[in-house]
Nanobody
Framework: QIVESGGGLVQPGGSLRLSCVAS????????VNWYRQAPGKGREHVAT???????TYADFVKGRFIISRDDSKNTAYLQMNSLKPEDSAVYYC???????WGQGTRVTVSS
């Protein structure tokens, strides 16, 4: 399974770091994706980190979010900076090769 954590309430302009911890298998075999879903909207791709650590981002987070991984800890991260109210959503970790989703962690950006 994979479990996300690190969500919460933050003011606009603030930062949060989300974690995605894998258990029962080695994360280094898999590419890792982060998705998000805001209320009333569909789930959208945020970022991907490949096994090679190459990263790609959705245009709306480029320059603000950083995806990374520490395979020694079986964990992937999403560092979110300069947060905006429109970043409020439930953030999910996803392993496409296993079609495996986490339960999500909620991020709320509000003053």
């Amino acid at each position: 399974q994979i479990v996300e954590s690190g969500g919460g309430l933050v003011q606009p302009g603030g930062s949060l770091r989300l974690s995605c911890v894998a258990s029962g298998f080695p994360l280094d075999l898999f590419h890792v994706n982060w998705y998000r879903q805001a209320p009333g909207k569909g789930r959208e791709h945020v970022a991907t980190v490949l096994r090679t650590r190459e990263a790609t981002y959705a245009d709306f987070v480029k320059g603000r979010f950083i995806i990374s991984r520490d395979d020694s800890k079986n964990t992937a991260y999403l560092q979110m900076n300069s947060l905006k109210p429109e970043d409020s959503a439930v953030y999910y970790c996803y392993l496409p090769s296993r079609n495996l989703w986490g339960q999500g962690t909620r991020v709320t950006v509000s003053s």
